[in-house]
């Protein structure tokens, strides 16, 4: 079974600033997706980057981009540049097959004026 | 297209009662998941559908919980009788085919049951 783990229940930055988000994860699949989604107050879940495990490169998008590291099992997620509408819960998840996620627990993410 | 379309957005209830979520996915999409989001457990696999044919609901936590998918463009998610502790956001989500690498979120129905 595949299972999902960030440590940080919430987490706070400043406007303009930098922050990391964390998370791991535990399966025996050598081929998969590992997913980043975004949660605002709407609920809407949002994809906000995502990578295949088959690539060494880590996955970028605009001001989001992720540290990959596969022996590890590990999966962090950074935000440069912080702006307000950043504010939302933050999802890591994992994906052996179309659809089927496995979710961590989330970070709740303010970003502070 | 609209994207993944679930209503209601919001459902109260008693105890008891029968509660019926609805779903529809994305035109084209060969996979539906439904999804729920309770605080204590976070987002949960319940269900999925390849081409409208249930593949695994190891994940429906209880006989109480029904799905069915009679179309490619409709699924429900049903409660039977309902308890508190069904209370939860329920999100359906859909998938193009096996390769897809993305799936597409509904904004979730909010059942809250007194």
């Known amino acids: 079974a595949q299972t999902v783990t960030q440590s940080q229940p919430e987490m706070s930055v400043q406007e303009a600033e930098t922050v990391t988000l964390s998370c791991t994860y535990d399966?025996?699949?050598?081929?998969?997706?590992l997913f980043w989604y975004k949660q605002p107050p709407s609920r809407q879940m949002i994809l906000v980057i995502r990578?295949?495990?088959?690539?060494?490169q880590n996955a970028t998008e605009n001001r989001f981009s992720v540290n990959f590291q596969k022996a590890a099992k590990s999966f962090s997620l950074k935000i440069s540049d912080s702006q307000l509408g950043d504010t939302a819960m933050y999802f890591c998840?994992?994906?052996?097959?179309?659809?089927?996620?496995?979710f961590g627990t989330g970070t709740s993410l303010t970003v502070i004026p | 297209d609209a994207g993944v379309i679930q209503s209601p957005r919001h459902e109260v209830t008693e105890m008891g009662q029968e509660v019926t979520l609805r779903c529809k996915p994305i035109?084209?999409?060969?996979?539906l998941f439904w999804y729920r989001q309770t605080m204590m457990r976070g987002l949960e696999l319940l269900i999925y559908?390849?081409?409208?044919?249930?593949?695994?609901d190891s994940g429906m936590p209880e006989d109480r919980f029904s799905a069915k998918m009679p179309n490619a463009s409709f699924s429900t998610l049903k409660i039977q009788p309902s308890e508190p502790r069904d209370s939860a956001v329920y999100f359906c989500?859909?998938?193009?085919?096996?390769?897809?690498?993305?799936?597409?979120f509904g904004q979730g129905t909010r059942l809250t049951v007194v």
């Open positions: 989500a859909s998938s193009e085919h096996t390769g897809s690498t993305e799936a597409f």
């Open positions: 035109s084209g999409h060969d996979y």
């Open positions: 399966t025996s699949e050598s081929n998969y997706y």
């Open positions: 990578q295949e495990a088959y690539k060494q």
């Open positions: 998840a994992f994906m052996k097959h179309a659809g089927q996620f496995y």
């Open positions: 559908f390849n081409n409208n044919v249930p593949i695994d």
